[in-house]
């Protein structure tokens, strides 16, 4: 399993899918509200698995042992999940979970906060906003904790509630929210009034990619495509490869290392690689979705609108340990074709862009031939 990881309330990763030989993780409740990139660590996989040993064999906690070898190495995307989150996992590659509705992250200074509602969620009926500081779940308080120890809190079965402790223009609410089992669409078509096709892609789960594909064939004939990458954070490396064979006729993707063994990604052979296309980008735009706005940016084949992304290139590959809980420790870097590697610097946009962004996207197609 092969991770190119972002957290949030909930989990989006760029990941291999366990069929392929690789990693299945995705989302548990919601995407990430990015924190600054810095460099990746890395943490032995020998010395978490012996540390998970001598904890169980103590009568302690694997996992936190596992967690605390971890956190000491600075693999700042090496996470430790249980057998139950890992399972949650499994789920969200297929776009469903449980959970309130929610999309968060952890800021610098560790807090807690709402970056967006799904509309018609438990959290959206019951008021939550974006902004909104999570200050405990269930009397636990988070500001400071791993995102995923949040992601832990928040999970549980659909219907049990869960009362959230939140800061909102500095004074303190209480709201109990019940979960529920949810779903997100992770691909959205629209046609605009001037013939260009919008295609929306929150993440790349599971049938991701055949539905870009797809969407890219119903589009009209001689008009441009906007593939709207922005706030993606990621998910399945392969569904984010069969997405930009929907541009490509094959060719390189994008490489891989790990552990200093290069790997590569190819594109299948059939896209479309006339139709003018814009790939809109922002600075949550990470991992895999970075995947593929640089290997469209290096093959020539799209220009990237909008603003830097967010610069998360490294690889996440999990051990199981031996009480049988997960951790995903990071092992290499991947690259662009031109051997661009994004880890911390991310993708500059060909046009910058920061309001009206898909209207400037469309301008730009307007000069590859196509719209008004």
Same mark, same amino acid.
């Given at each position: 399993?092969? *991770?190119?990881?972002a957290?949030?309330?909930?989990? /989006?990763?760029?990941?291999?899918?366990?069929?392929e030989?690789?990693?299945?993780?995705?989302?548990?409740?919601?995407? +990430?509200? +990015?924190?600054?990139?810095?460099?990746?660590?890395?943490?032995?996989?020998?010395?978490v698995?012996?540390?998970?040993?001598?904890?169980?064999?103590?009568?302690?906690?694997?996992?936190?042992?596992?967690?605390? !070898?971890?956190?000491?190495?600075?693999?700042?995307?090496?996470?430790?999940?249980?057998?139950g989150? /890992?399972?949650?996992?499994?789920?969200?590659l297929?776009?469903r979970?449980?959970g309130?509705?929610?999309?968060? @992250?952890?800021?610098?200074?560790?807090v807690?906060?709402?970056?967006?509602?799904?509309?018609?969620? +438990?959290?959206?009926?019951?008021?939550?906003?974006?902004?909104?500081?999570?200050?405990?779940?269930?009397?636990?308080?988070?500001?400071?904790?791993?995102?995923?120890?949040?992601?832990?809190?928040? #999970?549980g079965?659909?219907?049990?509630?869960?009362?959230?402790n939140?800061?909102?223009?500095?004074?303190?609410?209480?709201?109990?929210? #019940?979960?529920e089992?949810?779903?997100t669409?992770?691909?959205?078509?629209?046609?605009?009034?001037?013939? %260009?096709?919008?295609?929306?892609?929150?993440? *790349?789960? #599971?049938?991701?990619?055949?539905?870009?594909?797809?969407?890219?064939?119903?589009?009209?004939?001689?008009?441009?495509? %906007?593939?709207?990458?922005?706030?993606?954070?990621?998910?399945?490396?392969?569904?984010?490869?069969?997405?930009?064979?929907?541009?490509?006729?094959g060719g390189? !993707?994008a490489? /891989?290392?790990? #552990?200093?063994?290069?790997?590569?990604?190819?594109?299948?052979?059939?896209?479309?690689?006339?139709?003018?296309?814009?790939?809109?980008?922002d600075?949550?735009?990470?991992?895999?979705?970075?995947?593929?706005?640089?290997?469209?940016?290096d093959?020539?084949?799209?220009?990237?609108?909008?603003s830097?992304? *967010?610069?998360?290139?490294?690889?996440?590959? +999990?051990?199981e340990?031996?009480?049988?809980? !997960?951790?995903?420790l990071t092992?290499?870097? /991947?690259?662009?074709?031109?051997?661009?590697s994004?880890? @911390?610097?991310?993708?500059?946009?060909? %046009?910058?862009?920061g309001?009206?962004?898909?209207?400037?996207?469309?301008?730009?197609?307007?000069?590859?031939?196509?719209?008004?």
């Open positions: 399993m092969a *991770f190119l990881t957290v949030g309330v909930g989990a /989006y990763t760029g990941c291999w899918d366990r069929e030989g690789a990693a299945a993780a995705a989302a548990l409740s919601g995407a +990430p509200a +990015p924190e600054a990139p810095h460099e990746s660590g890395t943490a032995d996989r020998e010395a698995a012996r540390a998970v040993a001598e904890a169980v064999a103590e009568g302690k906690s694997g996992k936190k042992a596992a967690q605390e !070898v971890v956190s000491r190495s600075g693999d700042r995307w090496g996470t430790v999940y249980d057998q989150e /890992y399972a949650a996992f499994a789920e969200g297929d776009g979970w449980t309130v509705g929610v999309w968060a @992250g952890r800021a610098p200074d560790g807690i906060k709402v970056d967006r509602v799904q509309p018609g969620s +438990p959290a959206a009926r019951v008021g939550l906003r974006a902004g909104d500081r999570l200050l405990s779940v269930d009397g636990h308080a988070v500001t400071g904790l791993a995102v995923t120890d949040v992601v832990a809190l928040l #999970r079965d659909a219907g049990t509630p869960v009362v959230l939140l800061s909102r223009d500095g004074a303190d609410l209480t709201e109990t929210v #019940r979960r089992q949810l779903r669409e992770p691909v959205t078509v629209r046609q605009r009034p001037d013939g %260009v096709t919008v295609i929306k892609v929150a993440s *790349f789960t #599971r049938g991701s990619g055949e539905r870009v594909k797809a969407a890219v064939r119903a589009a009209p004939t001689g008009e441009g495509v %906007v593939l709207d990458l922005r706030g993606n954070p990621g998910g399945l490396v392969t569904e984010a490869v069969t997405a930009a064979s929907a541009f490509l006729d390189l !993707v490489t /891989y290392d790990v #552990r200093g063994d290069q790997r590569v990604l190819y594109a299948a052979k059939g896209g479309d690689t006339t139709r003018p296309l814009v790939a809109l980008v600075g949550g735009t990470m991992s895999a979705a970075e995947l593929v706005t640089g290997a469209l940016q093959r020539g084949r799209a220009v990237a609108v909008g830097r992304t *967010f610069g998360k290139g490294s690889v996440q590959m +999990p051990t340990l031996p009480d049988g809980s !997960v951790a995903e092992v290499g870097t /991947y690259r662009t074709p031109a051997g661009r994004l880890d @911390g610097d991310g993708i500059t946009p060909d %046009v910058a862009a309001e009206a962004v898909e209207e400037r996207a469309v301008t730009v197609l307007g000069g590859l031939g196509v719209g008004p």
